[in-house]
């Protein structure tokens, strides 16, 4: 059984950043990071928009917004200095109604207390810089960009093993079992032990954490996020993000126009229940888990709180015309037939015992192991500080 000072489950972003910062700041520890998949980043980090998010949309006294503000600075200083491909396009939300304009009037002060330089826009004004977005009003905020993190999370594991950290794929973390003295690491073929152990699984993190520390009170529950790509006509239909005007109720952003890093363009995601926790196909149900979800009673309350706006989900993921007025509230040109199939992804959101789905971010600890148990978006753009964050954490037990 091989013994490492520390194990990093997890080859997203999260956990490519925290072995990097580690290996980085503690060069003479044995660090080891496990992924199961045959390569980094094939889960929530290389699944979504790839937004570069400003912190519009969070609590000041968050650490989202926290978490954001820096990351956005230091992502684009990443790749800056490496050379790795990022656009600063900026952000326009756009309101279509009074309701959506007097939550966009909110956002405005938000943006404003997150130390943004947010601009509010006219009809005219917006039909000015966006000729192909209709909208009663608008806010533009320039600091918004678009990376690839998946080119940015293998850029860190290169630098992780170039510093002398190992990283092995196709290894599933089965189980976990902790003493006074070690972690034992079970996997399918081979087992490890380590001094410490960092978990960032993201939707396969509260498993772990359980082994652990069975008295966490909250659940990760899997929402699928389904895009559409455009056709290569419309690759220049916009040039900026458009987002529609978000619920403050929930803590997804809207079916928006994300310009790609590629040089197209893609609509999405909506925010349906995934019947599993790597269940991307339309009507794909992994059945234990499923019934796992249906025993949590936090799952079973926060579908009764939110039955109303889950239906709704329901039938625009199931009826592509449905899905389709959701872009056609701020870009009418957009036609059925213009919804090209693109891969879905799969958000972990925590969700409490009481029904309550968890906005922040959430960490867990036992004597030997941290773990990173809600890391909502912007986890991509908060990688860096996340991972310092973490280090900060585990920097007395190392």
């Not at 059984?1 to 490519?16: F, K, L, P, Q, T």
């Not at 870009?331 to 919804?339: A, E, K, T």
């Not at 941290?370 to 148990?373: D, E, F, K, M, N």
């Not at 890391?375 to 310092?388: N, Q, R």
């Given at each position: 059984?091989?013994?490492?000072?520390?194990?990093?489950?997890?080859?997203?972003?999260?956990?490519?950043a925290?072995?990097?910062?580690?290996?980085?700041?503690?060069?003479?520890?044995s660090?080891?990071l496990?992924?199961?998949?045959?390569?980094a980043?094939q889960?929530?980090?290389?699944?979504?928009?790839?937004v570069?998010?400003?912190?519009?949309y969070?609590?000041?006294?968050s650490?989202?917004?926290?978490?954001?503000?820096?990351?956005?600075?230091?992502?684009?200083?990443?790749?800056?200095?490496?050379?790795?491909?990022?656009?600063q396009?900026?952000?326009?939300?756009?309101a279509?109604?009074?309701?959506?304009?007097?939550r966009?009037?909110?956002?405005?002060?938000?943006?404003?207390?997150?130390?943004?330089?947010?601009?509010?826009l006219?009809?005219a004004?917006?039909r000015?810089k966006a000729?192909?977005?209709s909208?009663?009003?608008?806010m533009?905020?320039?600091?918004?960009g678009?990376?690839d993190?998946?080119?940015?999370t293998a850029?860190?594991?290169?630098?992780?093993?170039?510093?002398g950290g190992?990283v092995?794929?196709?290894?599933?973390?089965?189980q976990?079992?902790e003493?006074?003295?070690?972690?034992?690491?079970?996997?399918?073929?081979?087992?490890?032990?380590?001094?410490?152990?960092?978990?960032?699984a993201?939707?396969?993190?509260d498993?772990?954490?359980r082994?652990l520390?069975?008295?966490?009170?909250?659940?990760?529950?899997?929402?699928?996020?389904?895009?559409?790509r455009?056709?290569?006509?419309?690759?220049?239909i916009?040039?900026?993000?458009?987002?529609?005007?978000?619920?403050?109720?929930?803590?997804?952003?809207?079916v928006?126009l994300?310009?790609m890093i590629?040089g197209?363009v893609t609509?999405?995601?909506?925010a349906?229940?995934?019947?599993?926790?790597?269940?991307?196909?339309?009507?794909?149900?992994?059945?234990?888990?499923?019934?796992?979800?249906?025993?949590y009673?936090?799952f079973r309350?926060?579908?009764?709180k939110n039955?109303?706006?889950?239906?709704?989900?329901f039938?625009?993921?199931?009826?592509k015309?449905?899905?389709?007025k959701?872009?056609?509230?701020y870009?009418?040109?957009?036609?059925?037939?213009?919804?090209l199939p693109?891969p879905?992804g799969?958000?972990?959101?925590?969700?409490?015992?009481n029904?309550?789905?968890?906005?922040?971010?959430?960490?867990?600890?036992?004597?030997r192991s941290?773990?990173?148990?809600n890391?909502?978006?912007?986890?991509?753009?908060?990688?860096?500080?996340?991972?310092?964050a973490i280090y900060?954490?585990?920097a007395d037990?190392?």
């Open positions: 059984m091989s013994d490492y000072d520390i194990i990093v489950i997890g080859g997203g972003i999260v956990g490519a925290s072995a990097l910062k580690i290996k980085r700041e503690k060069p003479g520890l660090v080891l496990l992924e199961k998949e045959a390569a980043a889960h929530q980090t290389g699944r979504n928009s790839g570069i998010h400003a912190g519009v969070y609590a000041p006294d650490l989202k917004a926290k978490y954001c503000r820096e990351g956005l600075q230091r992502t684009i200083a990443w790749c800056q200095q490496y050379d790795l491909p990022y656009q396009c900026g952000k326009l939300i756009v279509t109604d009074e309701q959506e304009e007097a966009l009037q909110q956002l405005y002060l938000r943006c404003q207390q997150n130390q943004l330089q947010p601009e509010l006219s009809a004004q917006l000015a000729p192909a977005i909208g009663s009003a608008a533009f905020i320039q600091q918004t678009i990376t993190y998946k080119r940015l850029h860190f594991l290169a630098q992780f093993e170039q510093l190992k092995r794929f196709n290894t599933q973390v089965d976990l079992e003493n006074e003295h070690k972690v034992r690491v079970v996997c399918k073929s081979e087992q490890f032990s380590a001094a410490q152990v960092l978990n960032c993201g939707v396969y993190s498993e772990l954490i082994q520390k069975p008295d966490i009170d909250w659940r990760i529950i899997p929402f699928k996020g389904e895009y559409f455009l056709p290569e006509k419309y690759n220049r916009v040039e900026h993000l458009i987002y529609p005007v978000p619920d403050p109720q929930l803590p997804f952003l809207g928006h994300t310009l590629g197209y609509v999405g995601p909506n349906v229940l995934a019947l599993g926790k790597e269940a991307y196909g339309k009507t794909e149900l992994q059945f234990h888990q499923f019934v796992d979800m249906l025993c009673s936090g309350q926060v579908v009764k039955w109303r706006s889950g239906m709704e989900e039938r625009n993921s199931l009826n015309r449905g899905y389709l959701l872009v056609q509230k870009c009418p040109q957009i036609q059925l037939q213009d919804l693109y879905a799969i958000r972990a959101q925590a969700v409490s015992d029904g309550e789905l968890i906005h922040d971010f959430r960490f867990a600890e036992t004597a941290l773990h990173v148990g890391a909502p978006s912007p986890a991509a753009t908060s990688a860096l500080p996340i991972a310092d900060s954490k585990l037990k190392l």
